[in-house]
């Protein structure tokens, strides 16, 4: 089955919400992608740091699904894109060598 890569940054509004308000959407997408997971589909979220282990590099989720239209369906309902917190984009991820990635 196809593996599609969502990646997103926050946009400038949502980076003057505060700690809470922030913790409170992502605690939102957390149970978003456990449901997704106990649905049966395949999906990993986080964020990704820097060298000094500093957030702020965006975030990375990575999904399998039948087609592209199913993933950005699934992906529309992020609560951190309901809510229109982040820029995001989602890709279909190509192995070089053909092979697919154990899960």
Do not use: C
């Not at 196809?2 to 809470?20: A, G, M």
């Not at 239209?69 to 989602?90: G, Q, S, Y």
């Amino acid at each position: 089955m196809p593996i599609f890569i969502k990646t997103e940054k926050f946009k400038e509004q949502t980076l003057e919400l505060s700690n809470i308000e922030r913790k409170k959407f992502i605690l939102l997408h957390k149970e978003w992608v456990n449901n997704i997971s106990k649905s049966g589909h395949y999906i990993h979220s986080g964020y990704l740091i820097n060298e000094k282990k500093m957030p702020g590099g965006g975030g990375l989720l990575i999904l399998e699904a039948k087609d592209y239209l199913t993933a950005k369906k699934i992906i529309e309902n992020d609560p951190m894109i309901k809510n229109n917190l982040v820029i995001w984009d989602l890709q279909e991820w190509i192995s070089i060598n053909g092979s697919q990635p154990k899960f």
